[in-house]
Protein backbone atom coordinates (compact mmCIF):
# COMPACT_ATOMS: atom_id res chain seq x y z
CA UNK A 1 0.00 0.00 0.00
CA UNK A 2 3.01 2.49 0.75
CA UNK A 3 3.80 2.18 -2.73
CA UNK A 4 0.83 2.58 -4.73
CA UNK A 5 0.92 6.21 -1.63
CA UNK A 6 3.89 7.12 -3.14
CA UNK A 7 3.20 6.84 -6.96
CA UNK A 8 -0.52 8.60 -6.35
CA UNK A 9 1.62 11.04 -4.85
CA UNK A 10 4.18 11.62 -7.25
CA UNK A 11 1.53 11.70 -9.92
CA UNK A 12 -0.85 13.84 -8.80
CA UNK A 13 2.26 16.22 -7.72
CA UNK A 14 3.95 15.87 -11.35
CA UNK A 15 1.12 16.11 -13.71
CA UNK A 16 -0.49 19.40 -11.25
CA UNK A 17 2.99 20.74 -11.45
CA UNK A 18 3.03 20.54 -15.16
CA UNK A 19 -0.51 21.74 -15.74
CA UNK A 20 -0.04 24.68 -14.02
CA UNK A 21 3.30 25.63 -14.68
CA UNK A 22 4.43 23.98 -17.98
CA UNK A 23 4.81 24.89 -21.46
CA UNK A 24 2.53 23.16 -24.58
CA UNK A 25 4.14 20.10 -24.45
CA UNK A 26 4.99 19.87 -20.67
CA UNK A 27 0.77 20.17 -20.79
CA UNK A 28 0.36 17.82 -23.69
CA UNK A 29 2.71 15.48 -22.10
CA UNK A 30 0.82 15.26 -18.26
CA UNK A 31 -2.35 15.04 -20.70
CA UNK A 32 -1.17 11.64 -22.60
CA UNK A 33 0.08 10.37 -18.78
CA UNK A 34 -3.06 11.14 -17.40
CA UNK A 35 -5.20 9.54 -20.27
CA UNK A 36 -2.55 6.61 -20.11
CA UNK A 37 -2.36 5.55 -16.52
CA UNK A 38 -6.52 6.50 -16.42
CA UNK A 39 -6.95 3.81 -18.86
CA UNK A 40 -4.69 1.19 -17.57
CA UNK A 41 -6.53 2.07 -14.17
CA UNK A 42 -9.74 1.16 -15.88
CA UNK A 43 -8.68 -1.52 -17.77
CA UNK A 44 -6.77 -3.24 -14.95
CA UNK A 45 -9.61 -3.13 -12.44
CA UNK A 46 -11.91 -6.21 -13.94
CA UNK A 47 -9.06 -8.77 -14.25
CA UNK A 48 -8.41 -9.07 -10.49
CA UNK A 49 -6.52 -11.81 -9.17
CA UNK A 50 -5.42 -13.49 -12.53
CA UNK A 51 -3.27 -10.66 -13.73
CA UNK A 52 0.35 -10.78 -15.23
CA UNK A 53 -0.27 -14.52 -16.24
CA UNK A 54 0.35 -13.71 -20.01
CA UNK A 55 0.24 -11.38 -22.29
CA UNK A 56 -2.55 -8.28 -21.13
CA UNK A 57 -2.87 -7.14 -24.81
CA UNK A 58 -5.93 -4.54 -23.98
CA UNK A 59 -3.14 -2.73 -21.69
CA UNK A 60 -0.26 -3.66 -24.35
CA UNK A 61 -2.72 -1.58 -26.59
CA UNK A 62 -2.71 0.80 -24.45
CA UNK A 63 0.49 1.50 -23.34
CA UNK A 64 1.92 1.18 -27.35
CA UNK A 65 -0.76 4.20 -28.05
CA UNK A 66 0.57 6.19 -25.00
CA UNK A 67 3.92 4.96 -27.28
CA UNK A 68 2.92 6.70 -30.00
CA UNK A 69 1.49 9.89 -28.68
CA UNK A 70 4.88 10.57 -27.23
CA UNK A 71 7.02 10.00 -29.87
CA UNK A 72 4.93 12.14 -32.23
CA UNK A 73 5.44 15.09 -29.05
CA UNK A 74 8.56 14.84 -29.71
CA UNK A 75 8.72 15.28 -33.08
CA UNK A 76 7.15 18.44 -32.75
CA UNK A 77 8.12 19.95 -29.89
CA UNK A 78 11.29 21.62 -29.29
CA UNK A 79 12.27 19.98 -25.84
CA UNK A 80 14.89 17.00 -25.48
CA UNK A 81 12.71 15.08 -22.57
CA UNK A 82 9.51 14.26 -25.08
CA UNK A 83 11.58 11.62 -26.75
CA UNK A 84 13.19 9.92 -23.41
CA UNK A 85 10.19 9.70 -22.19
CA UNK A 86 8.63 8.04 -25.34
CA UNK A 87 12.03 5.51 -25.21
CA UNK A 88 11.04 5.03 -21.30
CA UNK A 89 7.43 4.27 -22.41
CA UNK A 90 8.61 2.10 -25.47
CA UNK A 91 10.04 -0.24 -22.93
CA UNK A 92 6.78 -0.14 -20.60
CA UNK A 93 4.30 -1.42 -23.71
CA UNK A 94 7.59 -4.12 -24.89
CA UNK A 95 7.54 -5.44 -21.87
CA UNK A 96 3.82 -6.66 -22.05
CA UNK A 97 5.50 -9.20 -24.23
CA UNK A 98 6.95 -10.92 -21.41
CA UNK A 99 4.03 -12.45 -21.15
CA UNK A 100 4.76 -14.56 -24.06
CA UNK A 101 6.86 -16.68 -22.16
CA UNK A 102 5.20 -19.06 -19.51
CA UNK A 103 8.32 -18.93 -17.80
CA UNK A 104 8.33 -15.52 -16.55
CA UNK A 105 6.55 -15.04 -13.03
CA UNK A 106 3.38 -13.15 -12.99
CA UNK A 107 5.08 -10.85 -10.03
CA UNK A 108 8.19 -9.63 -11.81
CA UNK A 109 6.32 -9.40 -14.98
CA UNK A 110 3.57 -6.71 -12.98
CA UNK A 111 6.63 -4.90 -11.35
CA UNK A 112 9.00 -4.63 -14.37
CA UNK A 113 5.62 -2.90 -16.01
CA UNK A 114 4.61 -0.96 -13.10
CA UNK A 115 8.11 0.55 -12.04
CA UNK A 116 8.54 2.55 -15.41
CA UNK A 117 5.70 4.79 -14.72
CA UNK A 118 7.71 6.20 -11.49
CA UNK A 119 10.78 7.36 -14.13
CA UNK A 120 8.10 8.49 -16.67
CA UNK A 121 6.66 11.04 -14.17
CA UNK A 122 10.15 11.68 -12.80
CA UNK A 123 11.04 13.58 -16.40
CA UNK A 124 7.81 15.13 -16.56
CA UNK A 125 8.80 16.94 -13.19
CA UNK A 126 12.06 17.58 -14.39
CA UNK A 127 11.22 18.32 -17.87
CA UNK A 128 8.49 21.45 -16.41
CA UNK A 129 11.13 22.78 -13.96
CA UNK A 130 14.28 23.13 -16.40
CA UNK A 131 11.19 24.91 -18.93
CA UNK A 132 10.57 27.49 -15.68
CA UNK A 133 14.07 27.88 -15.40
CA UNK A 134 14.53 28.29 -19.18
CA UNK A 135 12.07 30.62 -19.08
CA UNK A 136 13.56 32.85 -16.29
CA UNK A 137 16.54 33.04 -17.51
CA UNK A 138 15.82 33.76 -21.12
CA UNK A 139 12.29 35.18 -20.90
CA UNK A 140 11.45 32.98 -23.80
CA UNK A 141 10.43 29.60 -24.07
CA UNK A 142 9.89 28.34 -27.70
CA UNK A 143 7.38 25.65 -27.34
CA UNK A 144 7.15 23.71 -30.90
CA UNK A 145 9.50 23.56 -33.94
CA UNK A 146 7.26 25.73 -36.03
CA UNK A 147 7.85 28.15 -33.66
CA UNK A 148 11.45 28.72 -34.16
CA UNK A 149 13.00 30.82 -36.69
CA UNK A 150 13.87 29.40 -40.02
CA UNK A 151 17.43 30.10 -39.93
CA UNK A 152 17.74 27.95 -36.83
CA UNK A 153 15.58 25.33 -38.15
CA UNK A 154 17.74 24.79 -41.27
CA UNK A 155 20.97 24.41 -38.91
CA UNK A 156 21.92 27.59 -37.93
CA UNK A 157 23.37 28.21 -34.42
CA UNK A 158 21.47 30.34 -31.73
CA UNK A 159 25.01 32.50 -31.30
CA UNK A 160 25.63 33.15 -34.50
CA UNK A 161 25.30 36.84 -34.95
CA UNK A 162 22.12 36.14 -38.36
CA UNK A 163 20.43 34.47 -35.40
CA UNK A 164 17.70 36.39 -34.01
CA UNK A 165 14.72 35.19 -32.55
CA UNK A 166 11.51 36.77 -34.51
CA UNK A 167 10.19 38.19 -31.20
CA UNK A 168 13.67 39.92 -31.04
CA UNK A 169 14.20 41.43 -34.02
CA UNK A 170 15.09 44.74 -34.21
CA UNK A 171 11.94 47.60 -36.11
Not at 159 to 171: C, G, H
Request: charged share 15%.
Amino acid sequence: MLRMAVFNLLYVASCLFAMARGGAPERVGAGILILDFQLSHWLIAPLGAGRYLGVEWPMFGVDFGAFLALYALSLLSTRYWPIWMAAVQGCVALSHLAGLSPAVVPWAYGNFVALWAYALLAILGVATWRHRRRQRRFGIDPAWRSQLPSFYRKGGRADDPKFRPSDQRAP
